[in-house]
């Protein structure tokens, strides 16, 4: 099972911009797609966007399209969160997951990153 560990989060103001980083601890060529999704307080966890691991299709959620860019470097076995225009109901724990083959579920969720936006 592939091990995910986010890093990139922090403080921003609104209006600022933050890169999210999701490193797979192996080898990636086995994994269909690698998702990132997000927890606020107090609210189920959502998903945010996602990437097909070999052919690069992403899909994104409506709240975060035109503002947010998901990207892969396979030769890194990482995946990228670029986040712009970001507000403050942006803030979350944000999670990246893997889906082994298609219509699997996520998994192999990783631990978190925080990313606070301030107004």
């Known amino acids: 099972q592939v091990q995910l560990v986010e890093s990139g989060g922090g403080l921003v103001q609104a209006g600022g911009s933050l890169r999210l980083s999701c490193a797979a601890s192996?080898?990636?060529?086995?994994?269909?797609?690698m998702g990132w999704f997000r927890q606020a307080p107090g609210k189920e966890r959502e998903f945010v966007a996602s990437?097909?691991?070999?052919?690069?299709?992403?899909a994104y959620a409506d709240s975060v399209k035109g503002r947010f860019t998901c990207s892969r470097d396979t030769g890194k076995n990482t995946m990228y969160l670029q986040m712009n225009s970001l507000k403050p109901e942006d803030t979350a724990v944000y999670y990246c997951?893997?889906?082994?083959?298609?219509?699997?579920?996520?998994?192999?969720w990783g631990q978190g990153t925080q990313g606070t936006v301030s107004s």
């Open positions: 192996r080898r990636t060529f086995t994994i269909y797609a």
């Open positions: 997951a893997a889906r082994p083959v298609l219509n699997a579920a996520f998994g192999s």
């Open positions: 990437i097909n691991w070999s052919g690069g299709s992403t």
